[in-house]
């Protein structure tokens, strides 16, 4: 071993990692992600219009009160030792909600109203710096003011707006780039498209890369529970039963494929499906030439199980966050041809 | 100059200033180091990683971002467990005029699913929460369930059951037996978890707990759900 091996091998891992998260790149999957995780924000605070004082108010279904002797027993090392399912649903220590401090009716329904046109200004892309952090409080309001109300979608939806707020996520395909534009005609690049495409950016990749590295890391977490299993039962992944537990839960699915009984190779087939794909993706995902496939796969198996799981903001939700790793180049296209489709359309009725 | 090296300075050209790239570098480690601590502190835990959540703001950090989540049985989907099974709760009141009205959490009706789901959420929270290790906070949830019944209609007292409902074994639609068939049998798929009569006192309310609950045994369990 020479001394040039590890001085080379230092340099390269330097340069990789400066590559890996420094190398700037093009905002517009931010821009698209933050659509996508904005509209899904709003429509699950939407959801909670009607349930604001049944939930929060004064004779409500989660009192302050409540959360507050729920959160004793589970500090410190207590929380570790309980049961997974009852640690997710317990109030955290160190948690904050600004709804912790309105209980009238009134009060609950302006704090709502103004937390959901945050989360529509940063949908829209208005002063985004602004508009992302506000809707993170929001998000994270909601969370940990009703733990117990919350399953898959809510932490996902956490740590992508976290995420979010990081990068310049409004610099494309937002409002502000819209009235930048505006305001100084030609500060795009040549051969841009208006106000969708912004210069590329170190901290888009950043941000960019943090979504992949945590996205993975939740897959890889899926896969380990089912490859591994999980608790001291049988594991119902590696028997092919996994799907049957799923399709079997009455109250939880949106649709009914108990008539799969009938062939049980096809629901064992499944549940090896969803634990291969699950175990690939993390892998697969990093490689170029397999990332198509893997976000297709990604995609299509998302689709398929959003109605068994009855969870379709989840579901909608990873498809969302696996555009992190579609290609800025290959957004950028699709966008482009999008544009001059549309500017060519006016051009052809004159003609 | 190499080619190669060209390339190389025309690149660093476009990257932040080395002092940026170091402090960020630095911060996107400590972000990792305590991601890694939350995976490992919340999935089988060992005395170190619970030892390394007590690090200076490690816990603090995880929690206020919601970043301390259990992603194994979060996003497992299912490990066919007793916790991966539905729960309903069940409210029969009596109200002041002398009649009973039964509700049920989450109602069959609640549109759109996202509402359906934080209800039925509640509900398997406090299904979780019943049992020898959580005696001392089982009946809280419950509580606050019953008060907003009480309170919702006026009611002086009534009933609060927690029910499981477990999945059918995959054998059971082509049963020769009709019970088993029907998925939503109460003898064969139904366990009752937690039951309390449900005593207004002052304006208050309050739980008595039945200790008879939890006598029918689940029909399609995995052999280790608790």
């Known amino acids: 071993m020479s001394e040039g091996y590890f001085k080379r091998l230092t340099t390269e891992c330097g340069r990789g990692w400066t590559r890996f998260w420094f190398a700037p790149s093009d905002p517009i999957a931010l821009g698209g992600l933050r659509i996508g995780v904005g509209l899904i924000a709003l429509y699950w605070l939407a959801t909670f219009t009607p349930d604001l004082d049944r939930y929060f108010g004064a004779h409500g279904l989660v009192p302050l009160g409540t959360l507050r002797q729920l959160e004793e027993p589970t500090r410190d090392g207590n929380r570790q030792t309980a049961p997974e399912q009852v640690r997710e649903a317990m109030p955290r220590e160190y948690r904050f909600s600004y709804l912790d401090h309105v209980r009238s009716p009134g009060g609950l329904l302006a704090a709502h109203l103004a937390g959901m046109a945050a989360v529509a200004l940063f949908t829209c892309g208005v002063f985004t710096p602004v508009s992302s952090i506000a809707t993170l409080v929001v998000v994270l309001s909601y969370l940990h003011r009703g733990p117990m109300l919350t399953s898959q979608v809510e932490p996902l939806m956490a740590f992508v707006l976290l995420y979010l707020c990081l990068g310049p996520s409004g610099s494309a395909c937002s409002v502000d780039r819209w009235r930048k534009e505006r305001r100084t005609p030609g500060s795009l690049p040549a051969g841009s498209i208006g106000p969708l495409v912004a210069r590329s950016s170190t901290w888009a990749t950043v941000s960019l890369r943090l979504i992949q590295v945590h996205l993975t890391l939740v897959y890889a977490m899926m896969a380990v529970g089912k490859l591994g299993g999980h608790g001291q039962g049988d594991n119902v992944w590696w028997s092919g039963m996994g ?5 079997a839960r009455t109250e939880q699915r949106m649709l009914d494929l108990t008539a799969l009984h009938q062939w049980p190779l096809l629901v064992h087939a499944g549940s090896y499906a969803v634990m291969f794909w699950q175990a690939a993706f993390p892998i697969f995902v990093w490689n170029r030439l397999a990332r198509p496939l893997m976000l297709g796969i990604n995609a299509v198996m998302w689709a398929l199980l959003a109605p068994i799981l009855g969870n379709i903001p989840f579901a909608v939700m990873m498809i969302v966050a696996s555009l992190a790793f579609v290609a800025p180049e290959k957004l950028r296209a699709v966008v482009s041809r999008r544009r001059t489709h549309e500017a060519a359309l006016p051009a052809k009725a004159a003609a | 100059m190499q080619t190669s090296d060209v390339a190389a300075t025309e690149k660093e050209a476009s990257l932040p200033a080395e002092w940026k790239r170091t402090l960020v570098s630095f911060l996107i480690f400590l972000h990792l180091f305590a991601l890694g601590v939350a995976v490992l502190s919340n999935w089988n835990p060992s005395p170190l990683a619970l030892r390394l959540r007590r690090v200076p703001f490690v816990k603090p950090y995880l929690e206020y971002l919601a970043l301390d989540q259990s992603y194994v049985p979060l996003y497992g989907l299912t490990f066919g467990m007793t916790e991966d099974t539905d729960v309903v709760a069940e409210v029969d009141l009596k109200l002041s005029d002398g009649s009973e009205q039964s509700f049920s959490l989450p109602a069959s009706t609640l549109a759109p699913r996202q509402r359906w789901r934080r209800d039925a959420r509640l509900a398997e929270t406090a299904a979780d929460l019943t049992g020898e290790n959580f005696r001392a906070v089982e009946s809280l949830l419950p509580q606050a369930i019953a008060s907003h019944f009480v309170a919702e209609h006026g009611a002086k007292g009534g009933t609060l059951r927690l029910r ?58 995995n052999k280790g759900g608790k």
């Open chain 1, 243 to 247: 799907m049957w537990y799923l399709i």
């Open chain 2, 164 to 221: 499981r409902h477990f999945q059918q074994p995959i054998t059971a639609p082509s049963s020769s037996d009709a019970g088993e068939r029907d998925p939503y049998d109460k003898s064969r798929y139904y366990s009752q978890v937690y039951e309390a009569r449900i005593i207004v006192v002052g304006g208050q309310v309050q739980l008595l707990k039945s200790e008879a609950a939890a006598e029918v045994a689940p029909a399609a369990i």
